[in-house]
């Protein structure tokens, strides 16, 4: 509910199921990207669930609702700047998580050594360098 997603036509043809909105953005006023991460934004959230209709494991909205999402919109190339500042973000999370992937595969094998016996701890005042 309320996640957004930008379409860039990698997968020709392709359908998209019907209780997902298709909305096009006037891009002469409005990026598709921002429009995306607006909807995600804090106040993009507390508005589709202010605004969602909830079912047991379901919140659905109409277009109604969709076409009535208050979306600020700054100037064009400010836009563009937090678009671009958000890539950034995006790819240093991405780098950041693959990194911690990595040192938790690192933590678990060093800990299956000692544990296993395989790497010996040597205990006592005439190891310490």
Request: hydrophobic content about 40%.
């Given at each position: ?8 036509g990698h997968i020709s043809p392709c359908l998209h ?6 909305v096009r953005c006037d891009r002469s006023r409005l ?69 911690l992937r990595k040192l938790r595969l690192l933590r ?22």
């Amino acid at each position: 509910l309320g996640r957004g997603a930008v379409w860039d036509g990698h997968i020709s043809p392709c359908l998209h199921q019907n209780h997902i909105f298709r909305v096009r953005c006037d891009r002469s006023r409005l990026l598709p990207h921002f429009l995306a991460a607006f909807s995600a934004s804090p106040s993009g959230k507390r508005y589709f669930l202010r605004s969602s209709k909830q079912t047991t494991n379901l919140a659905s909205i109409n277009m109604t609702q969709l076409k009535a999402f208050p979306v600020a919109v700054p100037p064009l190339d400010e836009q563009a700047r937090i678009v671009e500042l958000l890539r950034r973000e995006d790819t240093r999370i991405l780098s950041e998580r693959s990194l911690l992937r990595k040192l938790r595969l690192l933590r678990a094998g060093l800990m299956d050594d000692l544990l296993t016996g395989r790497v010996r701890v040597q205990v006592g005042a005439e190891n310490a360098s």
